[in-house]
């Protein structure tokens, strides 16, 4: 058989045609290397004839990504061809692609598939590491970022066995092929460095790893769009669909821990310093008036900074002192200060960007000047008409409590020597003293005493007392994940807080980005599932034609990318894999949908099954619709500069049950601010404000908006039906308060317990339209029920709909321990208004009490906003009372949305800023 090579050649070439039941594809005879893969899809056909083709024998192949023409040795060999393709199209499982399919996707239903769900990084990335493990044949990926150094399971007990560089270069080695499609980004908007992605995983092992990169911006006319989905797929056997890249700031747990300073406790502070705090409240710090701290210190204990030593690092150890009398009276004579002072320096931003002095000898010390000023100043302020304690007195007090402190820590020095250089020395941050290199490497280059002088050199501050016999570890950091000790959880760049800071440096990735002593991590809240048998191979049919595509486009000629091939259907019962057939607990109906287009896809077609998805089963709803999502960009009506129709489909859904006087809740979840680096209010943060002007003009300003039209047509309290909310935490940063957001980057949606859609698509128009970014959900309908109830009337509820609603309510109410509230029937008067609305209004009244949190609906206006900035929060006036508060009122994560932040101000980008000059299909 020869095929045609094009128009402008006008050469035949000979080739050999290969038929399978969802392709075929053409192979080149002289070295048998796949030149062609043309999927089975809506627009597949076959013709033969010198009509169609030019030669009586003559035969064309069409779909949505091409068309072939070949020329048999005779007009019967066409003919046969013909048939026998045409019979290959009228097949059972082609015929699934050809459709027409539910929600005008790609994809058909599938029945009887094995799923599990999984909430937040920590189980979604342990499970894929386990799949991997597991492969035999072929590793698929494609990420919208991804981190080659980035541990998919913790703590990190095994060295970097589950790091995900070297986890792909062990199956690269035992001959499995890896091939990862990026996101290839423009440089000027984004830092994520695909290059440098690409570059570390090929070197692993540069034949059987490949990475492309997609799209060339210049030459493919692609600037705005990206390519978003999140897949991991395995021997096109199990796959891995939802909003979870295998990046930086990831992996988190219901927890959501807000430090991980490693050796260093957040406990107790450091006497009479207060420790600026970077959040996304405030992303540069705030400064605190000397007069109102004194205030508050003045009627506090006096705590005295000291230092021991560990064997492994100087841990300083606070000594509180409340009789200000004994400390005047501590005589020491000046022959023993003698030999017990030197210099130790005492600085805020200990451990991690500060500058510091490295002490001089074990055990010695002095007090600064300037840190007695402070203590005398925040901590020991006289009464009036009192003397202030003398310099040489506080050295001495000093002095007796090091003494004491370094005897009672001694045995604890020896036990934790051995543990913390086997665990901690080699795992600290760049910062620290690790270099990027292997630890091999690294050991190999040290000498014993230049490995023992390492480990000895650095200062870091524990603020709460040492337990003889351990080694110092916060409860929350040991008891949930089972830490022995206090190694990191989260290294290098994985620790982060992208509104204080984006990334930046990624090919130092053990270097830290931000200061953890003065920043907390933002915390990720995210969602993922994993699926089997026939949808896995539909996910991975998906992949494979994006990699065809971006292989035609980028490198035609080059052999060592190949071309995929899809697996066959019949085969799908000789596959059992056994990392994932214990945990898979769920018989779901399932159905792959996507967002995808010539650019994306190479398709001459938009697919937009997503917001097809979203919004049938919104309008199909009957007693809820729960949504987390990134964001929430969908105008109640049509409008040209926002054209999904999610926003659309929830009023009418709910005006239906407004008018049927029937009980209907939407709850909704969104980041409280977008996560762009910037300050709300100030020229950097004109990007959050373009942001929150498209969420905002979505649920409540503006003509367009889902309340503004609810209360239009006679619903005086929307919230009856629709609440929107957002998730915050709180902890301790060297015994400062400290609060920060919980990113909430889920693409999820659950309705009536029984249907759920996860995937990487957020709700706009960049990831719904079809047109722009590409995306991947899966449509989820559970096959097995129970008994359960809605507002009081009996319910057969979905296994995998129902128990993952749950998961998420209990992390968000604070119940993940607690089985006395029942959430089964999440639409009754009871809990919707005694539970879920009053936990989230009482956490949000406590935090912004106690924090003076932003967004917060008591600004309004920037002047407010600055206003309320200058103001004393109750962490700064009374941190006993604070801390009360959170301990006894805070219940679990889930806080209003502030509806009334800013709403007196413009947030679009104003003209001259470089911002305003980008269209607006960028924002939404």
Known sequence: MQRCCGDCCGHWQRRWLISKETFVAYVRPKDGRIHCVMLVDPEFEVFSGAYVSGASNGVVISNLSRQLVLKCWTKRKAKEWQDHVRQLASSEHAKAFIGPNRFTAYAPVRQGIDAEWFVDGASYMSAIADVLQAAHEEILISDWW?????????????????????????????????????????????????????????????????????????????????????????????????????????????????????????????????????TSSKPYGGDVPSSIFQLAKATHAVTIGTVVHTGLKPIAETSSVSNLNELNETQVTEEEMKTTSAKVSFEENLPNGGTREEFEMEGQIILPEDIENEVLANGVVPLKGETPPTRRKLIRRVTRVTKEIRDATRDLRDDSKGWVNRHLWKRDSKDDGVTSGSDEEREDKLTDDERKGEVKSRIKRSTAPLEHDTVRHTASEST???????????????????????????????????????????????????????????????????????????????????????????????????????????????????????????????????????????????????????????????????????????????????????????????????????????????????????????ICRGPDALMVRLEKAGIEDPSQYVTFHGLRTHSELHGDLVTELIYVHSKLMIIDDSVVICGSAN????????????????????????????????????????????????????????????????????????????????????????????????????????????????????????AILLKEKIKGHLVMLPLQFLRDENLLPSTGTKEALMPTQLWT
């Not at 607990?585 to 938009?606: A, D, F, H, P, T």
């Not at 706009?764 to 129970?786: A, H, M, P, W, Y």
């Not at 539970?835 to 949000?844: D, I, Q, S």
């Open 763 to 882: 709700i706009n128009d960049r990831s719904l339209t079809g047109k722009r970014d590409s995306e991947v959900c899966v449509v989820i309908q559970d096959e097995t029920f129970l008994d359960s109830s809605m507002n009081g009337i009996e319910f057969k509820a979905g296994n995998f709909g129902q128990s993952l609603r749950i998961e998420l309510f209990r992390e968000h109410l604070g119940l993940t321990n607690d089985n006395s509230v029942d959430l089964s029937d999440p639409i009754s008067e009871e809990f919707y208004r005694n539970v879920w609305l009053k936990t989230a209004t009482t956490n949000t009244e406590i935090f912004d009490k106690v924090f003076h949190c932003v967004p917060t609906d008591r600004c309004t206006s920037f002047l407010q906003l600055q206003e309320y900035h200058r103001e004393h929060a109750l962490t700064v006036t009374d941190p006993d009372a604070a």
């Open 146 to 278: 991804l981190s080659p150094e980035i541990y998919m399971k913790r703590p990190i007990v095994e060295g970097e066995k589950w790091r995900l560089d070297k986890l792909l270069q062990r199956k690269a080695k035992e001959g499995v092929k890896i091939f990862i499609l990026l996101y290839k980004e423009v440089n000027l908007a984004l830092g994520i460095n695909s290059f440098y992605s690409k570059q570390k995983l090929v070197e692993q092992h540069p034949e059987n790893i490949k990475v492309l990169r997609h799209p060339d911006h210049v030459s493919a006319g692609v600037f705005l769009w990206a390519h978003h989905e999140k897949l991991v797929i395995v021997d096109q056997s199990v796959a891995f669909v939802g909003g979870i890249d295998l990046c930086y700031g990831r992996w988190d747990d219901h927890v959501h821990r807000l430090t991980d300073l490693g050796s260093i406790s957040a406990g107790h502070k450091v006497p009479g310093a207060y420790h600026k705090q970077m």
């Open 480 to 698: 949930v994940v089972g830490l022995q000790g206090c190694a990191k959880l989260w290294i290098g760049k994985d620790y982060t807080n992208f509104i204080v800071k984006d990334f930046a440096d990624l090919d130092s990735p053990f270097t830290d980005l931000v200061d953890r002593s003065t920043t907390p991590r933002m915390p990720w809240h995210d969602i993922g599932v994993m699926v089997q048998g026939f949808a896995a191979r539909d996910v991975a049919r998906h992949f494979i034609q994006r990699w065809n595509a971006v292989k035609d486009e980028k490198v035609p000629l080059n052999d060592s990318y190949p071309y995929l091939l899809p697996k066959s259907y019949n085969e799908m019962d000789c596959f059992h894999p056994t990392a994932v057939t214990q945990s898979s607990k769920y018989k779901v109906n399932c159905q792959v949908v996507r967002s995808l287009c010539q650019w994306s896809g190479g398709i001459r077609m938009i697919e937009e099954s997503i917001q097809q998805a979203y919004i049938e089963c919104i309008e199909n709803a009957k007693h809820y619709i729960y949504i987390e999502n990134q964001f929430f960009i969908t105008l109640a009506c049509s409008n040209t500069q926002v054209q999904n129709r999610i926003g659309d489909a929830l009023l009418q859904r709910i005006l239906r049950a407004h008018r049927d006087k029937t009980v209907f809740r939407v709850f909704v979840i969104i980041p409280l601010l977008p996560g762009f680096e910037g300050e709300v209010g100030t020229s950097r943060g004109i990007a959050i404000q373009a942001i929150l002007h498209w969420n905002y003009s979505s």
